[in-house]
């Protein structure tokens, strides 16, 4: 196996044992055995249990950032935007259950993470959110009064807590789709210039 196939298949099983055992409980050893590789081999790439943490976060926010840029790209309208932001982020909740469970609440678990780590990562998951927003000032769609900064951290933290509860919740009243359209259609309300953001809701 290549070293590079190898370092994947150490990440995929973190992911699957972290999301089962969480973050405190789960063992470098457990990893290994979900890898099937020795436990000395995840030494070979890792040097601790939060060593792989921080990778598979990097790793995986990095494949989500690229995915949702090209989602983005095929689309003019920042509303609409916002909208395929919103549908991805949230349908992490169905196509990737054990990664989003290890990204919303054991990333959470590990004081060591939240204190120490400087999350490039998020910060330019999240700067997509504010890229559109500017975007949409440009095109006088949203108000010019809007403070970006903000409103991306408002924006997404509709997002996450929905994501959590999700996460938390065995039954869900609704459907991933109507929770993104909700969130989306809230906030397009409160930015939105009057009478432009009409136009949106009836095309959709």
Known sequence: MRTSDKHQKIIQSAIKVLSRKGFFNARISDIAKEAQ??????????????????????????KIIVHVKQLIDDENDPR??????????????????????????????????MKEYRNTKFIEYVDIVSGILHKGQEMEIFRKDLLPGIAKRAFFGALDETSRLWILSPKHP???????????NIFLAGIGKPGVNKTLSKAS
């Open 80 to 113: 609409k935007m916002l909208e395929i932001f919103a549908l991805h982020h949230l349908k992490l909740m169905e196509e990737k259950r054990e990664l989003a469970e290890v990204l919303q609440v054991e990333l959470r678990q590990s004081n060591k993470f």
């Open 37 to 62: 590789v020795a436990d000395g081999t995840i030494y070979l790439y890792f040097n601790n249990k939060y060593d792989i943490l921080i990778t598979l976060f990097e790793e995986e926010i990095g």
């Open 174 to 184: 609704y459907t991933i789709e109507e929770a993104a359209k909700q969130i989306s």
